[in-house]
């Protein structure tokens, strides 16, 4: 160690607490430049966990390739595996989707099931070639439902268009219009797969036009179906067939497979067709690959993206963008701290640099000093910043991983912390430039101080005469000891603005952080749908026929049933369009939407003299309003009338119902921080009609006619005008428990479902249910539904309950990530603040101690230090407020444009941000008081050197 | 053998009325050996006089010449360098680097130069400082007559052509300046070194072979007392 880096780490050691501060300043920098780097990377890794999730873990692909074929890729040996499956042959079930009407069996290999994105959503894998599980779109979107347990006979075969055998990358070519199909076909997969199969090109060349497709059966084969799986994401969405798993065994060589047809078929001889999904040795080598094969592959874009394999993607401009600014940020807050320490440090060392020089020091001896220290300090708060930066963001995660997927991806995926190389190195690398740029101002300003300068130390009082004049105020609130701080300030400004500034900067970050998060949890839940129930069956019927009250109400009786839900409701709905004199709305409706009296009639009054006029036209024009009309399973609904003392006879009278209505519009209050509910119309009763089309009847007749009716509404045999009445209740009172969605605007009219369904005719019902432990009912039920075939895709239950914890996540997240970000800022300015007062006044101590020889007392002391305090917070707080209140306002016109909410200040942090800018400068203060008032008034009247 | 020439020295601070001409015109040579006072009241110039032959402050105009090379000639790692090698500089208030101690400050131009320290000179060095067995103290703990040997000891480590004292005695009582004094002596005549001293003490000045009186920044007078 030579003579300076001695020196150098001497003096650390003796200034022990700025030392010590220092650290503590780019520990947490550093921390939080290491949790930017490993969230990123964390994130990274959680991209691609959901590109596997979705596309499987394989890096190319080839489809529809031939036995020999499949051998060679296995057998290369840059290929590190590969997922294989065999297309066993097309069956035709009946499927709805005149464009999907194969059920495509494909025999798959442990790796495949391992590999490829088959998430089984009951039941389980199939593990023999007799036993198969079937995607949740067969029953969804073509219409054909199976349950586990059932035993399906088909009949196979391939699909030929003429010669032409097709794959699954071919789209139907079906009767009527074969040419546009066939130019549909190929690469429209938009999973990520860009590519296609081998015989795709060939196809089009050949059959454009010609004719339809035909199956040719080779052989009939018996499946068990073990369990149903969600839509997968090698199903091109232009696929003919529904995807079918079985289990296939290659353990005995894929040749066994090759001409695997029943003997005697005419077609045996024919091979059967392979996808095979493979993993190279070297990821990178799998465009290589591709292009040499020969054959159109396809490559497996994101994952190989995520994997960090190829980049050419938004994906690291967004993130790596955003990093940037906050690592930008970090770095700028934590500069602004360590280059305080650093000057500091220098100008306290102004002499001993000098004396240095003045022995023949050579400037970069100087500097290098400087930089040692640098190097010294980061030695300590670099790595210790680096294992609390992880501890903190792993930490984080945690708690908030497994709620990410409210802003991306699967739900079932967590995102956990993911350290890696790249990560800590940049992290490493961000933290050393913050500490080397914040050492390296004050080391230059070390090389500049001459060796006269620095023995003569004369640079320290040079002041330029007018400017001292203090105010007579001050004069007379402080005293004299008031003029003296005020001139301290003023002499040696720099030293100040310097705490200053930092003051400043945690004020604008603190308050404009808060109220960043204040807007977007107003916004988030704002847009929440907000509902009063956890879980909803739509019943939708599976013959697609009208719904009966009956029928519809031993359904509900079997479904409570089926879990130990705590409260339930059922009920139909429809949506009808209404126009509605103006004059009917509330003036706070109108006005809240603009809504006019027509313009053209409005033109049309020459003078509107009075306001009679104006209510006149408003009476006379028309507003078009959708109404929400429901009817309540009879007796659930009367449960409800009776709870909320509703009159049964009235609102119950089969018959003739009068309906309940709720007319609300909610506005965002900006005073109250909150949606308000403002009523819609003025009246308390109303009655509207409306014509609804009797489809039944209309169906019967030829299209034409049908048209026809629907275009001119004339014909009044099918069609029937539909008056309602209903009374409007208060806008406090709630509707029956699952109908209290929350909206912005609207009316929404109940009745007793053996009315409604006497007026109208509907071939939905909704079932409303909470339950006390919501996931696992949604569980119960969702499996009684698909046992009994009523389950009709993923839309058909609704774990509502989950959606909104979703929202809940988000805000969540948000909030730990904001706050936890204001306070690793505001700790920084902390240590900032720190040192520099606890500096300031350590250096004046000969001027304290000559204060003190003239017999200024410790009051004395006191009010000056008060005074000096007060110039720091309320310099800082002068400026930090009004520019943090024009960034909320900033922050408000973003968040408005999206979300309705108005403007309004965050109090709350504002006296915050001033109670603690004020309690950390004067207890800063009082810190340095303390060890200076121990002195020995001759003793620090005798410093000189140091 | 001429060891130092300074020639029409000028150093003026300041600008227009407020301008102070802290020399004007100094010239004078000094040989191998000499042991020279300068004496002059407050604000004559005499420490500027000093520091420029030092190397640590910059002439207005005019120039050294220490073994006939010109000090300012050089850049600024040159002029550090002879900073270290060819001066030894002393001041009133010993100018001590507080975290290091005795050895480490003495030391301090050879560890600056990255050379290895001569065991022997330095042994002599501190015997003759009568520092021995404080080597391991630092400046606080010592009296200020230690505290100024030790800056002597640090100015005669590397054996410079000149040794500079700006007051050395300024600020100790009686026995330890003439302390000190002698020490210089010492010095001066076992090594053959040239000294140049700045003292207000009429007792210290008669001691020196030769005086030079400056006022208002031109030297008055110039006389050798012995050889």
Known sequence: MNIFHKVTLKSLAINRTRTVVTIIGIILSVSMITAVTVFISSLQDYMLDNAIYVNGDWHGAFNGVNAGTAAEILNDSRVESAALAVGIGYAEIGSRNEYKPYLFIMGADDLFFERMPVHIIGGRLPLSDDEIILPVHLASNGGVVYKTGDVLSLETGDRYAGDIRLTQQNPYISNDNSDSHIENSGSADGDGNAGSDVNEGHVENNIAGVRPEELKIMETRTYTVTGFYERPGFEDYSAPGYTALTKADFGSGISGYADGYPEGNSDAGQTRLFDIYLKMKFPKNIFAYVDESGMTGSTNTDVLMYSGVSRYSNFYYVFYSFAGILIGLIMFGSISLIYNAFAISVSERTRQFGLLASIGATKRQARGMVLFEALAVSGIGIPVGIISGILGIGVTLRFVGDKFYAFYGSEKLVLDLDISAAALAAAVFFAFVTVMISAWVPSGRAVRISAIDAIRLSKDIRVKSGKMKSSLITRKLFGLEGILAGKYFKRSKKKYRATVVSLFMSTVLFISASSLCSYLTDAVTGAFQDSDYDIAYYYSGVSGGYVSYDYLNSLYRKLITVADFSSSVYAVEKTIGVKMPVAQFTDEYLEYYNITPDAAYMAGTDNVANTADIDDIAGAAEHEIFIRVFGIGDDLYEQYLLLNGFDTDIYLDIADARGLGQALLSRFDASLQRFVKIPLLKEKTAEISFAAVDRERRELLPESESQYIVQSNENSDYIKIIPLKFDVMEVDTRLAEGLNTSEKYGIKIMYPMSYFLSKMNTKTCTFYFRADNPQKAFEQLEEYLMANGLYKDEYSLINTYEMNKTDRNMVTVIKVFSYGFIILISLIALANVFNTISTNVMLRRREFAMLRSVGMTERGFRRMMNYECILYGVKSLIWGIPAAFLVTWLIFRSISRAFETGFYLPWSSVVIAVGSVFAVVFSTMMYSMRIISRDNVIDSLRIDTE | ?227
């Open chain 2, 1 to 227: 053998m001429e060891i130092l020439r300074v020639e029409k020295l000028t150093k003026i601070y300041g600008k227009g009325e407020s301008e102070v001409r802290a020399l004007d015109g100094v010239s004078f040579c000094a040989e191998q050996g000499e042991f020279i006072a300068i004496i002059g009241p407050s604000g004559s110039g005499k420490s500027t006089l000093l520091h420029i032959i030092g190397g640590v402050d910059r002439p207005t105009s005019g120039a050294v010449y220490m073994n006939d090379r010109d000090v300012y000639a050089q850049n600024e790692d040159q002029l550090a360098i002879f900073r270290r090698r060819q001066v030894g500089l002393i001041y009133q208030f010993y100018n001590l680097i507080p975290v290091l101690d005795v050895m480490e400050n003495i030391t301090l131009p050879v560890l600056m130069d990255g050379r290895k320290i001569n065991a022997e000179r330095f042994d002599e060095l501190i015997k003759t400082l009568g520092l021995k067995g404080r080597e391991k103290h630092l400046p606080n703990q010592l009296s200020g007559g230690q505290q100024q040997r030790v800056s002597i000891g640090r100015a005669l480590m590397n054996a410079p052509a000149v040794v500079l004292a700006d007051e050395p005695t300024g600020n100790l009582d009686s026995k330890n300046s003439q302390e000190i004094v002698e020490l210089l002596k010492l010095s001066n005549r076992r090594y053959n070194q040239t000294i140049i001293i700045i003292t207000h003490d009429e007792n210290i000045a008669l001691q020196a072979k030769r005086i030079i009186a400056i006022e208002d920044g031109r030297i008055t007078r110039d006389e050798v007392m012995r050889k």
